[in-house]
Nanobody
């Protein structure tokens, strides 16, 4: 599985941004894709995940603020997994990463699966929120 991230950038507090993950190379019809973020000195924080059936799971800290969606890419056999982030605050400043795992789903997951359960990772993309 190959993951290409895009989006992110800088915004003032209260603003919105989105980060996207172009996911290709799935060989299983079942998979999940998750978004994580990392700040210096802290562990990876799972934010949201979506699976091939469209199930979603959110961390309590971002539920209602972030929305994860998936769509077919227009120009190639790939999926675009987008994390829409609203009402961003300075403590949302972090490196955001997407990850994917095949032959699995979000069935029975109330929160996003943790990072060790993902084997494919995209490059991080910076989100900076200024006050």
């Amino acid at each position: 599985v190959q993951l290409e991230t895009s989006g992110g950038g800088s915004v003032q507090a209260g603003g919105s941004l989105e980060v996207s993950c172009l996911a290709s190379g799935f060989t299983s019809k079942y998979f999940r894709v998750g978004w994580f973020r990392k700040t210096q000195g802290q562990d990876l924080e799972g934010l949201a995940a979506i699976d091939s059936e469209g199930r979603t799971a959110y961390a309590g800290s971002v539920a209602g603020q972030f929305t994860i969606t998936k769509a077919n890419a227009a120009s190639r056999p790939a999926l675009i997994i987008t994390l829409q982030m609203n009402n961003l605050q300075p403590d949302d400043t972090a490196m955001y990463l997407c990850a994917a795992e095949q032959s699995t789903s979000l069935l029975n997951w109330d929160e996003p699966p943790p990072s060790p359960l993902y084997s494919a990772w995209g490059q991080g993309i910076q989100v900076t929120v200024s006050s």
